[in-house]
């Protein structure tokens, strides 16, 4: 497609359920990035997938979160059990390498009520 | 790990002014990119610069990765200019891109 496309744009859960988020990278684009952002803090790093290499989880919060991709296409986090901490909008990202410039989506609004 | 600092965390301007804003890192780096986050939250990038110098419009910026710091320079800036700048920047030993706190930046009419 012409951008990274994410859905759903807003997602309100009840804590202690899951939820799954799923993010369209740019066709060709080998690299796919998934950041958190808290409300007026920076980008924390979740998880990186290059094409068929083993992904760098290093930066999943606990082993709540899990993300998977398919060769080079759709990507989709899961969180279990959610918590109030989890509310913040994720953001995914997509490049035709490593050492390339991102391009991001517009995110995924999660709210743990 | 890498560590990312930009300065300065806030900046006011009007309208038309020139601005300078900052980022450092800790370590060598093959991967640097500088994103404007606008008030609605969409993240545009600006520039890919590990190194040297590029222009787009009225914004510019410059990569000296040997003295590990990078400068984007915003000229005659405009109301649409204000959001949050954010620094990333990857490192030569892993595929994590790591971003600054950001400068947030309101322009005044």
């Known amino acids: 497609g012409a951008g990274v496309s994410q859905s759903p744009s807003n997602k309100v859960t009840e804590k202690g359920k899951d939820v799954e988020l799923r993010c369209d990278p740019i066709s060709g684009h080998t690299a796919l990035y998934w950041y958190r952002q808290r409300l007026g803090q920076g980008l924390e790093f979740l998880i990186y997938?290059?094409?068929?290499?083993?992904?760098?989880k290093s930066g999943l919060p606990s082993d709540r979160f899990s993300a998977e991709r398919t060769g080079e296409s759709v990507s989709t986090l899961t969180i279990q059990r959610t918590q109030q901490e989890d509310s913040a909008v994720y953001l995914c990202a997509s490049s035709p390498a490593f050492v390339a410039g991102y391009t991001f989506g517009s995110g995924t609004r999660l709210t743990v009520v | 790990g890498i560590q990312v600092e930009q300065s300065p965390p806030d900046l006011i301007l009007q309208e038309g002014a020139n601005s300078t804003l900052r980022c450092n890192f800790s370590?060598?780096?093959?991967?640097l990119q500088w994103f404007h986050q606008n008030p609605w939250g969409q993240l545009i990038n600006l520039f890919y610069i590990p190194s040297g110098t590029k222009q787009n419009g009225r914004l510019s910026a410059t990569t000296v990765a040997t003295e590990r710091y990078s400068l984007l320079y915003i000229s005659s800036s405009q109301t649409t200019d204000s959001g949050v700048y954010f620094c990333a920047v990857g490192n030569t030993g892993g595929f994590k891109t790591i971003f600054g706190a950001g400068t947030r930046l309101f322009v005044k009419a």
């Open positions: 370590d060598s780096v093959n991967n």
């Open positions: 997938f290059q094409g068929n290499s083993a992904p760098d």
